[in-house]
Structure formats: structure tokens, C-alpha cells
């Protein structure tokens, strides 16, 4: 009975011209954004990570974080999400990082934060690297080895 019900409402809504040209405009509006997305990051001369003594610059994707210094950086882990392996980098303050965001990479920034408990990501399959444990294991080897090196410095 209930999916007699569902299919009904469904055919209903289907049905509805407002309803198909609001999704008709929405799917428009995402599409068109995905690829001016697409087009900005393939025409960016940008290298997608810079690591140096300070920290690491991400310009890894749309939702790139840009400098992230070794001292903010809690902890690097790979995940998958929507069956990408990406870089999640826990950091110390991040409603810096969202923060630091505008208009809907904010949006999304806050939403990655409630799900993953971190705004920042690092995605590998932009980079010529191509793989998130090379990346992860760069990552973990520069964090180890310059914030050994700021904690000597601060002595």
C-alpha cells in the first residue's frame, strides 16, 4: 500500500510544470557551476602542493585551503569519500578555515567540517602525484621534519 503511495506522488510531482522547471533550472545552475569549476582548476598554472619549512600550500582543488602552517596540523588521515581516496588534514582552528572560504565553497566547507570533523581536504587525484598515500606519507614526512626543526628554533 505505502509504495502505491509513493509511486502516486511521485507521478504527481513529475507531473507538476513548476516542480519539473525548478529542477529543470537547479540541475542548470549546478551543472554550470561544476564547469566553470572544472575550467578555472584546468586553467590554473598554480602547483597543486607547495611544502616548505612553514607549513604546505594546497591549491589541490575548487575547494583548495591555501596555506596551512605544520604548527595547525593535527593529524593527516586518507579517506574515502564518494569512492575517492582524499586527504583529510585535521587542523587546530577550523573555523579559520571555514572562514576563510566565500559564498558556496563556505557552504560546503561548514558542510565537510560537520561530517568530517575538518574543513580541510587534499585531493590527490588533481595533482600529477595521483595517489594518497604518496601524498599522505610527503605530508607526514615534511610535518615531522619541520615542526622537529620549529621546536628547536623556538628553544
Known sequence: MSDHFIYHNLYIIHRNPAFVHFFGF????????TFIAIVAKLTDKKP???FNSNGVVDNSSYMSSGFIPWSDIIDVQKVTTYKTQVIKVLVKNPSFYVERQRGIKKYLAKFSFRTYKTPVFINPNT??????DDVLDMLRRY???YSAENTKAKL
Open 26 to 33: 537547479a540541475s542548470m545552475v549546478f551543472f554550470f557551476m
Open 48 to 50: 597543486g602542493l607547495v
Open 127 to 132: 595533482l600529477e602525484i595521483d595517489c594518497a
Open 143 to 145: 610535518k615531522e621534519r
